[in-house]
């Protein structure tokens, strides 16, 4: 069993770090003034319904404080702004700009050719089960994600 331990961790090691490297490259073509982490923050506004910063962070797994840093810096970039909301002056609400909403198609259309690759050297039941074991592997670090 100790040698499914070790080539299991080896494989989640190894694509973190190679999707987390190609990510990086992708970025460099998209917007290199944009930090992965900003992008994936201008990604986690648009796909927000209504812009609350509470949900923003809570999708991004971050403290309200790192986010309004991050918000503040994505601000002065003109990749999104900040507006009291209607209802409730006291609160704000984030949208992205027009710049934010075409750095974000351009960073889904290459998670799209990403997955579209995957899915192209499969056979319909190696990705039935990939789908599957990928299931269960969010379901277990999303209960880690609740303990910590």
């Known amino acids: 069993m100790d040698s499914h331990h070790s080539i299991l961790n080896d494989y989640l090691v190894d694509f973190f770090n190679s999707i987390l490297k190609i990510e990086e490259n992708s970025l460099n073509v998209i917007c290199s003034e944009l930090s992965l982490r900003e992008i994936h923050t201008v990604e986690a506004i648009i796909n927000s319904n209504d812009g609350n910063v509470g949900s923003i962070a809570a999708r991004l797994k971050i403290t309200m404080g790192t ?30 700009t027009e710049k934010g909403v075409e750095v974000n198609k351009q960073h889904q259309d290459f998670h799209h ?36």
């Open 67 to 96: 986010l309004s840093v991050a918000l503040k810096t994505l601000e002065a970039k003109g990749y999104v702004v900040r507006e009291k909301t209607k209802a409730d002056r006291r609160q704000v609400s984030v949208i992205a």
């Open 113 to 148: 050719k990403m997955v579209d690759e995957i899915i192209s050297c499969l056979s319909a039941k190696e990705l039935e089960v990939l789908m599957i074991g990928l299931d269960k592997l969010d379901k277990h670090f999303n209960s880690l994600d609740k303990l910590l």
